[in-house]
Every structure is written in structure tokens, then in C-alpha cells.
């Protein structure tokens, strides 16, 4: 297929993802069923911002433009990916450059999230039976000539050790941190706690630690954060939530909470479900630096950083770990 045709082809997908087919409802369905953690608003969520911020036609010609993707691939090679399972089609970037690179794909999907993308795959299989020459799913990524694996600070030694010797992307833990002045609007704060607990929590881009002034004021943010008590309701997240409550209490340990959400003061920028870090700090442009130059986080959200409430909302060029993907292929 040349350039032209992957696009169309992934405009197509976006309609499709964005429409009510009935198969696509019921494995939507599906994968809620399976994944506890995947509830149809945040399977929604995720659906809408990859058809419109991924495959909008426009923005796929823009960005191909940009890198000089040629029509057709003289030499493809073939890519392994082994996707994560956090949030729901979250591997779905890396499939989505290696495809219009114009490269083959052959995918390791997360036992947590198999269903929407095996779905979605499929679909262009029918559209066009050639696709099955680029892309397809494999339990084990052998005889690849690169590799894209995205894992724990565990799981990335593995990488290391299998894939070092291949070129490769091979990303670990990260989190994400919001930088605050106190001078929030009621506005900002709503946004924030989008970036705080979309998804649980359980991205990436999500907020996992806020940097503050010494006299900073938690009351509105608590406030704000009550927007989300509904997840209450999912026991999944009640679970986390008195589990780290005790182990607060039991510790005899600082803390606050809105009966959703526990605020606790902690220097590591990685919080478990349910609970958020905070650190004071002194002189904020330093701590922005510190932040600049961490390995740990993904995005900062504040007053001259990322939007507030834009966290999980990325565009083509937002590459996770800040590695260009396409330029990785393009130079294969």
C-alpha cells in the first residue's frame, strides 16, 4: 500500500471507532468485562481522542509530510511491539507509526488489553486483505529487526537483554507531576483533577505528584477532586483506597482526604491508586528544572508547562519517554 492508502485506511478506522457498529459496541463491552479497570467511560475517552487527535486525516498528512514519509517503503523492516495493558489501547501510537511508516508490525499485546486493538486490526483486514502481510500478533517477537517494548523498570532489564542488540525503543516506568503557584483558578483545578484520575490513575500522563508552595491551600483542590467521588462505586478503586487509608493511619501518618482521594507527603513522584503525592518546595523555577531533567517523569502540568486537563489528551507528536518513534523508523 503507498502512503496515501494507509491514511485513508486509518481515517476509516477513526469514523469507525467513533461510530455504533454493533460488534464494536459489544467488544467494547467485552473488554469492560475482562478488565475491571477499563469502564466504558474511559474506553470512550480513549477511543475519541485517538480518532480525532490520530487519525484525523489532515493531522496524518501533516505528520508524514513532516518526516518526508516516502510513498512507498523500499526496505521494510519488520518491528516487534510489546504493548502495555494500563489504559485501554494505549499501544495503539506505536502500531499507528510503525503502519503509516510504512514498516510491518507484529504486535505483543498486554494480557490486559488484547481485545480492543485485536478488534480494531482485524477490521482493517476486512477492509483490505493485504494488511495481514503488515501487520499481526505474536505470544513471542522472534526474528525482528527492531524492536519497540514498553514495560516496568523490571521488565525493561529483560528488554535490555533480549532486544539490546537490535535497534530498539525500550521504555520503563514513568509518571507525570503538576507543578502549582497557588494561583489556580476554580477552572484549573476541575482540569487538574481530570489529569489526576482519568483512568484510575493508571497512565502515564497521569498525575501522580503535585510540587507546591509551602503555604499552599489543598482546600480547593479536595474540592475540585470530588468530581470523581463515583469511583467509589467501582470496588476495584474503594479497595486501593482503604487499603492505603489504613496503611496511612496505621503508620501514624500526615494525611488528607475528601472520602475519593488521600493527599499525602511523599518525595517519590509515583503514588499508588487512589492516592496522590505532594512536595513542598522552595524555589519553583528549581524545581522545575529538577523535574526537566528527571528520567521519571512523562509530562509536567502547570502555568507554563502542559495544560491543565490536556495530560491525557496527546497529540501525534507527543512521543512517550520524549523518544521520536517515527524518527526511530524512518532511520531504520
Request: aromatic share 12%; with cysteine.
Amino acid at each position: 500500500m503507498i502512503l496515501q492508502e494507509r491514511i485513508d485506511l486509518m481515517a476509516r478506522l477513526g469514523d469507525y471507532m467513533l461510530g455504533n457498529d454493533a460488534d464494536w459496541m459489544a467488544i467494547r463491552e467485552r473488554a469492560f468485562r475482562e478488565n475491571p479497570w477499563f469502564i466504558p467511560e474511559f474506553i470512550g475517552r480513549s477511543v475519541q481522542n485517538i480518532a480525532e487527535q490520530f487519525l484525523n486525516p489532515s493531522f496524518l498528512q501533516d505528520w508524514a509530510k513532516a518526516y518526508s514519509i516516502p510513498d512507498s517503503q523500499s526496505f521494510p523492516k519488520t518491528v516487534g511491539i510489546i504493548m502495555a495493558g494500563n489504559i485501554p489501547l494505549v499501544g495503539f501510537h506505536d502500531f499507528l507509526c510503525v503502519f503509516i511508516s510504512g514498516h510491518q508490525a507484529v504486535i505483543k499485546t498486554s494480557s490486559k488489553d488484547d481485545i480492543l486493538i485485536k478488534h480494531l486490526v482485524k477490521k482493517l483486514y476486512e477492509w483490505e486483505i493485504t494488511i495481514q502481510n503488515v501487520v499481526s500478533f505474536a505470544e513471542r517477537l522472534n526474528g525482528c529487526e527492531a524492536y519497540i517494548a514498553t514495560g516496568s523498570n523490571n521488565s525493561g532489564r529483560y528488554f535490555d537483554y533480549y532486544f539490546g542488540k537490535y535497534p530498539n525503543i525500550i521504555r520503563r516506568n514513568r509518571t507525570s507531576v503538576a507543578v502549582l503557584d497557588n494561583t489556580e483558578t476554580k477552572k484549573e483545578l476541575a482540569l487538574l483533577a481530570d489529569d489526576i484520575q482519568l483512568y484510575f490513575g493508571l497512565g502515564c500522563r497521569n498525575i501522580t505528584q503535585l510540587l507546591v508552595p509551602k503555604d499552599y491551600d489543598f482546600i480547593p483542590l479536595l474540592d475540585a477532586l470530588r468530581k470523581y467521588e463515583h469511583f467509589m462505586e467501582f470496588h476495584k478503586y474503594k479497595h486501593n483506597f482503604d487499603y492505603h487509608l489504613a496503611l496511612l493511619i496505621m503508620g501514624n501518618r500526615f494525611y488528607m482526604n475528601n472520602d475519593t482521594v488521600i493527599l499525602t507527603e511523599n518525595a517519590s513522584p509515583f503514588s499508588p491508586v487512589s492516592q496522590v503525592h505532594y512536595a513542598f518546595y522552595e524555589n519553583k523555577q528549581q524545581a522545575e528544572t529538577a523535574l526537566g531533567n528527571s528520567a521519571e517523569v512523562q509530562c509536567i502540568v502547570g502555568h507554563g508547562h502542559v495544560a491543565f486537563g490536556m495530560a491525557q489528551s496527546p497529540s501525534l507528536t507527543d512521543y512517550a519517554d520524549g523518544v521520536d518513534t517515527m524518527e526511530f523508523l524512518i532511520r531504520l
